[in-house]
Structures are given as C-alpha cells and as structure tokens.
C-alpha cells in the first residue's frame, strides 16, 4: 500500500485511517503460534494465501501442507515463483481473471507441483447470476486437475449446485457473528450454518449416486410387484 492510500481515511474498531484498520486486522506470529498449536491439538491442518514473498517465506517455517494463491494474486510472479520453489500442492483461486491470465497461473505450476483450481467470482456478495458454476467442468476439462469452488454468496444454494458439477473442494468464509465488524460478514456462515452445510453436501453427494445404470436393490420389490 502507498503511503497516501494508509493515511486515507476509514473508521474501524481500531481508528480512523486505512493503516490502523489494515494493522488491526494482521494477525502476529503468535497469534499464528496458536493456531498451528490448535491445529495438532484437533489433528485439523491449517494453511494461507500469502500476499507477498515474505509471507511465503515466513508458512514455510509454518511447515503448511500447501498453499491457497488468493485472486488477485494470480498475476504476481514473484510470489508465484516463491511458492512454487516450495515443492507443495497449490490450491488457486480464479475470481476476477480472464481466460489468458487463468492459463499461465495454472500451467505455471500444473507442471511442477500437485495443483488444484476453485471456481470462484470475486464479487462479495455474490449474486445468483455471477456464480459461473458451469466453469467447474469446463475448467476441470480444460486443465486436468481437481476443481472446486470457492464461494461468496449468501446462503448456501450456489455451494451445493457446484457440489452437484463436481466440486471436490470447498472454501467458504466462516465467522462467530454475521453482525460483527467486517467487509466479509455478509458472505460469512455461522456456526450452525456450517454443521447444515456439510449435512446437506453429504446429502447431494448421496443424492448423485453412480454413473452406472443397473435395478437398484431398493427398485426390486417394485419391478417384482
């Protein structure tokens, strides 16, 4: 960020300007500290999406298991290369790319190390008609590899339609309070709303069967009447 941009103004629960907001939010190696000590204690990795090549450097000490590029990440080469460098799986984001851009992010590391790409508009919320949940098999076509969907709708229909086209992964923003501070609480779960979540993808799942058309055992006692 400029200089001019930190000392722009903008009010939040830690002052008035873009800087104390900015600050207010970074987390500090400690607070890092406990998560990875929470993470073994549950058996439940963690990871990030660095923004700069000192992040990078500073989840490799972390020992994360991969690494998320955010969207706006997609063009950055210096980070991109530092991560590749690390030699672990890469899950990218796609929202707010187009087509060209998308292809030398994915190929970048498609050939060195296990990547996945999620679906995702950079639109917070996310309306209905913004979703492009058809670009899960397009883009699981297109590159060969995993393909899931990052979501940012209210609500969770547009996350079970993309489990429904093949979604393996999903990233959704979680929170304690809707209400609370943040430019992400409107697109956030609640609790309980994630527990209903993975209720209803299991149930999707279920629902989506096999590929193989034979007489179900359940269908026998049907066919017999």
Known sequence: YSDSFLASPRESPWGSTQYH????????????QDIEGHSLSIDLPWFASPWDVPSVEFLAECRVPCYKIASPM??????????????KPVILSTGMADQALLDRAVWFFAD??????LQCTGVYPCPPHCANLA??????ARYGVPVGYSGHEVGCAATLVAVALGACLIERHVTGDRRAYGSDQAVSLEIPDVYKLA???QMVRDMLGSPEKRILDEERPFLEK
């Not at 907001?21 to 890092?32: C, F, I, N, R, T």
């Not at 060195?112 to 790409?117: A, C, G, Q, S």
């Not at 670009?135 to 699981?140: H, V």
């Open 21 to 32: 907001q900015k600050a207010g939010l970074e987390l500090s190696h400690a607070d890092y």
């Open 74 to 87: 997609l063009g950055h080469l210096p980070v991109l290369r530092a991560v590749r460098e690390q030699g």
């Open 112 to 117: 060195h190390v296990p990547t996945m790409v």
């Open 135 to 140: 670009q899960i098999p397009m883009l699981r």
């Open 199 to 201: 209720a209803s993808v």
